[in-house]
């Protein structure tokens, strides 16, 4: 069986703070990890290459630096790593990086398809379903545990409250949660050799099955116009009043916020 996660470098957004004084983020020393999200779908895939066997390929799309991010997923245990860089692809929004992603993919052997999520810098969860879009191939979100069984996978789609059981035959697209696992560390043995970079195929423009059209700047129906650090928060009020007061002015402002609304009778 053949696996393909797609993964995305990102930076550690957790580790962004704000300056207090300008209201501006401070972005000098953040490191770049593998979003979250993805990391666990690598974990997953690892699992079923020990459990039933599979090749396992990572695939990104980003700029040179990217590579660490394929050489610590090299590193963990996949197979085969993939960096998608050209000068085309630049710009993109998410229709476009996901049509770019789809193009590789139509060139690269596949059974399941595995993606975050949501990566935590652009957060807008829409990659992966359009991936499976322009494929042809149906998607299931939101997974929080699967299993495959001879050409079928069965996943737990995790809703607010519950689950739902899904079954489905492959080709099939997922996405998975952070919370679904807590990914190994890469293996001692493979650090070594995974951080040479002759492990890493460099796919451009002509290695991918994709219109110039419909990708990069040129094929991106939305731009980002401006972009701006929100407000620092304004300074919280001080009352002086006894228990019963304070739960009152708590309870009124939350319900002024629509944070609590009233039971319905
Ligand atoms: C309106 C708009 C305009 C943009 N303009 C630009 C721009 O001009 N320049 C620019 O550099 N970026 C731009 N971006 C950002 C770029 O489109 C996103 O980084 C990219 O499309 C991924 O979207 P996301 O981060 O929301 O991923 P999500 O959809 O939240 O990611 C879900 C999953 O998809 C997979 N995935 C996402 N991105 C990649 C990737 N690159 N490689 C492999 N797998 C991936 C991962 O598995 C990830 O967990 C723009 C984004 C938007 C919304």
Redesign the pocket.
Known sequence: MNILV???QVPDTTEVKLDPKTGTLIRDGIPSII?P??KA?IEEAIKIKEQIGATITV????PPQAKNALKEALAMGVDRAILLTDRAF?????LA?SKT?AGAIKNIQHDLII?????I????????PQIANHLGIPSITYVEKMKVEGDSITVNRAFEDGYQVIKARMPVLI?TLKEMNSPRYMKVSRIYDCMSEDNIETWGLKDIEVNIEEIG?KG?P???KKSFTKGVKAKGTLHDVDEKEAALLIVNSLKEKFILTEAKA
Request: with cysteine; charged share 20%; aromatic share 0%.
């Open positions: 797609c993964i995305k979003n999200d993805d779908g695939l990104t799309m980003g630049a710009g993109a929004d998410t990086t992603i993606a975050g999520r949501q990566a810098d652009g957060d807008t969860a829409q990659v992966g996405t700047l991106s939305t731009k980002v």
